[in-house]
């Protein structure tokens, strides 16, 4: 197997506790580099900033660009100009202008791009794609609701304009039922709550509809006490799929199915070598695109101040 | 020639200003039926909805729909399913999502979906975009502001969810610029003005970037006195080109260029007929990608109340 040395940029919540050990794990990766301002990790050589890195580094062939949407835009633009393969942390972008830039980018300049969504790689999501792929779609509902203290402690940046406040985890319900449900859908209705003090959503109802009179429904909520809730129940027409825990365990009205798979990153990371072998991009915009429009068609309403 | 029976459906101000008027004056168009519940035109039958004509009139091959943006894609859905050739308003729906499903529904019922932009049809839209198609642009300055009670009197769904606000103009001024300029812009910044008693702004600042350290700018105002101003201003390494009056009439350094063309609704009809007697479909969701990359991304602000 061909090992492909590869850089972390941005050393923060996600990177220790979901990247590094998914390349650590991975064969057909070796962490060479990494880019971080505040200390990077034991025995791995650091850059401050991601320009140094691919000046002094230009045998380093794949970058991994982890820190917030709004900064990665420059980053990754200035990657694939140096010709390296990058893969993205999701959202891919703040906008998604950006994102079909770097995608024609990347193709110009003959590197891979891979705008992962993690979820998408739940160890269940695989099975539910394929149960639902032949049923009659019937109903959707969509539960996403976290305590935002105990999953972003200290990020300033999600509340910030391009944050995306509580559809930072919300994408990850959109990137999944996008990818499982054989039919689309369109966002028809959102209320978008804001916390008087904050510039981004802390709670967002969603209602979409799809083909055939299907409505779909999403709560997304970052005030929840008493453990997370991460489910998508689908009604279909030979019984109710139910996905928990994010899409790691999947159920057929009510009984637990066996799922098999690495889980998240550990399969992100697989595909990313995939796709640099094979010479492809794997960019799908779809999750953003119905963010983008919760935010343009939705309502808004002011709720109470949110300090952390 | 082939003359084909359109059907108008939406006779608001928009359908009697600009649409009727040039389906009037064009040979490939005969205005066969309207639909509207607040009355037709003389002489022209009409439906109260867009079922009953559909139902009615199966020989009219052509729809043209000119009603609000929420409302639409329910009709474009029912006119392609009803193997229709359809003409869409700016903006082509509330949601990108939507537009995009619409695209896919009308080459899988083989029929001609065009999603019309009125201002790339302006008078000096292909002779600026020739101009600049071999020029190095070093800055690009948007000015879109008129008087929201001239140009929409009495229309409340412009400041709904969904209604776009300022950016119902503005989105005007984006398509024109992302066809004449030969670079692609992404934005970076925006601030939404939000009256205090509306769901919608009614003005916007907006930084986008382009290649090579380029930043153009954009300033959306409906509190407009004194006379509209829809100009775009584009530096170049060969001089300035100035568009005023929406794209009617052009300047490079200050001199009036002279062009020819026959005016937006004309031109639009016209791009329609070829359309459809080609088998091809016209769909560019890039200006409302950037109207809703400005929602997503932007911050907001409170201003004074706007009444009517």
Redesign the interface.
């Known amino acids: 197997m061909t090992v492909t040395d590869i850089a972390l940029v941005g050393i923060g919540k996600i990177a220790r506790d979901q990247h590094i050990p998914a390349i650590s794990a991975d064969p057909a990766f070796r962490l060479a580099a990494t880019v971080s301002r505040s200390g990077g990790v034991d025995g791995v050589e650091n850059h401050a900033d991601l320009p140094a890195l691919l000046a002094a580094r230009p045998d380093i062939p794949a970058v991994s660009l982890t820190m917030p949407p709004v900064p990665r ?1 420059a980053a990754a633009t200035a990657a694939i100009a140096a010709g390296r393969h990058v893969m993205l942390e999701k959202p891919p972008g ?5 994102v ?2 770097l995608d ?1 980018q990347a193709r110009a300049r003959g590197v891979t791009l891979f705008a992962t969504w993690h979820s998408r790689h739940a160890e269940a999501a695989d099975a539910a794609r394929d149960w639902l792929a032949d049923k009659a779609i019937r109903s959707v509902r969509i539960d996403w609701k976290e305590d935002v203290r105990k999953w972003h402690p200290g990020q300033d940046w999600i509340w910030q ?2 944050g ?1 406040g509580v559809f930072d985890p919300g994408i990850n319900a959109l990137s999944l039922v996008t990818k499982i449900l054989p039919v ?7 209320t978008l709550s804001f916390p008087e003090n904050r ?1 981004a959503p802390i709670a967002a109802a969603l209602a979409f509809a799809g083909p055939d009179g299907l409505s779909a429904e999403a709560a997304f909520d970052w005030r929840q006490d008493g453990g997370e809730v991460w489910q998508i129940e689908i009604g279909t027409d030979a019984g109710t799929l139910t996905l928990v825990e994010g899409g790691a365990r999947l159920m057929i009205d009510g009984t637990e199915q066996t799922v098999e798979a690495p889980g998240e990153y550990p399969s992100l990371y697989r595909r990313f070598a995939e796709l640099i072998e094979q010479g492809e991009s794997d960019v799908d915009p ?1 999750p953003l ?5 919760a ?6 309403e002011t709720v109470a101040a949110f300090n952390d």
């Open positions: 835009y703040a906008s998604l202008a950006e079909l830039k024609r304009p391009g995306l689309q859908l369109h966002l028809t209705e959102a510039a779809e695109i119905h963010v983008a429009d935010f343009m068609l939705g309502g808004r």
